[in-house]
Structures are given as C-alpha cells and as structure tokens.
C-alpha cells in the first residue's frame, strides 16, 4: 500500500512569488489534515478536511494560504503571495474514516520543504 | 490550550546507552498521547501511543507510560543503536471545537547515536 506522497518535495522562491503544494493521501482515507513546521518550532496543526469538507481551518494563519481538495482525493496548499515567514516544512497526513473510538493514527508525509527568499 | 513540551535537544548517545526523553504535556480532557518519529529524509513514522492513564505503549524497544498524576510521556529505551538515530517528537491529539482531532506536537529531539 502505498503512503502519504506530497510534491515538491522542497521549493525555492521568492517572496511575492505563489507556490502550490500537493499532497497525496492513501487511497480510502476520508480524513487528510495539513501541518507546518517553521524552523525552530513547533510542528503545527494547519487544516483538516473530511472528504471534500473543510472540517476544521483554524490553524490557518491568514488568508493568503488556501487548501482545497477535490473530489476528496489529492489536496492542494497554495500560498499567494509568498512572505519570508512562510518558510518551513509542510506536513501532509490522512487517516481513515474517524470510528468509534474517535481516534486514529494519522500517516503522515515526508514533507515539502518551502524556502521563501 | 493543549501544549507539549519536550527536552531540547540534540542528544549524542553511544551505541548501546540508555535513552531518556522527557515529556510533558498540558491539555483539557483526557487527551491520547504519541510518541512519533523522522527518520532522515523521510515523514514522520507514530512510534508509539497511549491512550488512558497508566497505560504503556511500546514498539521496537522504546517505551513511555501515561502519567496522568504528572502530566508525562517519558521515552525510553535500554539499549540504543546507530539505527535510532532521527528526530523523536512527543504528541498529543484532542478534539478541537470543530471537532477535528488535532495533533499538538513537542519541539522535537534529534538524537544521534554514534558506534
């Protein structure tokens, strides 16, 4: 079974510059949940779609970052336009179908790491 | 809110020393508890999980126990190897108000085992 892929796996640009990050999830996994680490930090929680659904975006830090995910698949980071602070490495994870016990592993990615210049 | 906090590292241990990591984590609840792992140039791999109070997860040598009285995760594991060497971060997952179960992580700490 193949993991979490994520592309680029790292990415140079300049500030004002956009950049779209993707993120594959493993087949069947409703749940899919973005995370950003910046250096020196913690690695913090970003987003968490349920199929198609934003179900929670509080981690989002402002408006020029947008997720989306189509068909409940893929899922896509794009951020426009590019600030310094951005730089970090962004996490994928999914996981599947929340059961009855609330709680499941999440699988995560091996990152994409952005360099905003 | 949620947070963990982690023993800063890096950690240089020999090969076949003793591995303390502590952790500590404040939270709301009764939340579950991660160990989870990065090894160089891949994503983060769950080590090991606890999900109630005294409960011991284990994998692969490692272990930590829940210990609600004081709030820790200690990692720990008898004998390292070279092959242990990676980035081991202490996690926590509880249910934000939009009932997403949101990861809050340590900052992390490399650990470089040397023969």
């Known amino acids: 079974e193949a993991g979490v892929t994520q592309f680029p796996s790292h990415s140079v640009i300049e500030k004002g510059q956009t950049v779209t990050l993707r993120c594959d999830p493993i087949?069947?996994?409703?749940?899919l949940y973005w995370y950003r680490r910046v250096m020196g930090k913690e690695i913090k929680f970003l987003l968490h779609?349920?199929?198609?659904?934003?179900?929670?975006e509080s981690g989002m830090p402002n408006n020029r970052f947008l997720a989306e995910r189509t068909g409940g698949t893929y899922s896509t980071l794009k951020v426009q336009p590019a600030e310094l602070e951005d730089s970090g490495v962004y996490f994928c994870?999914?996981?599947?179908?929340?059961?009855?016990?609330?709680?499941?592993?999440?699988?995560f990615g091996p990152g994409t790491r952005l360099t905003v210049l | 809110g949620n947070s963990v906090t982690q023993m800063e590292g890096p950690v240089t241990l020999s090969e076949e020393a003793f591995l303390t990591i502590n952790c500590t984590y404040t939270?709301?609840?009764?939340?579950?508890l991660f160990w989870y792992v990065q090894y160089p140039g891949e994503g983060l791999q769950l080590l090991l999980k606890?999900?109630?109070?005294?409960d011991k997860g284990s994998n692969k040598g490692f272990e930590a126990t829940y210990r609600k009285e004081t709030t820790s995760f200690h990692l720990e594991k008898g004998s390292v190897q070279v092959s242990d060497s990676a980035v081991y971060f202490c996690?926590?997952?509880?249910?934000?108000?939009?009932?997403?179960?949101?990861?809050?992580f340590g900052k992390g700490t490399k650990l470089s085992v040397i023969p």
């Open positions: 994870a999914s996981s599947p179908k929340t059961g009855t016990s609330g709680v499941n592993e999440q699988f």
């Open positions: 087949s069947g996994h409703d749940n």
């Open positions: 779609f349920v199929k198609e659904s934003k179900q929670d």
């Open positions: 939270a709301t609840g009764y939340p579950s």
């Open positions: 606890a999900t109630k109070a005294d």
């Open positions: 996690a926590l997952v509880a249910i934000s108000g939009a009932g997403s179960y949101q990861l809050t």
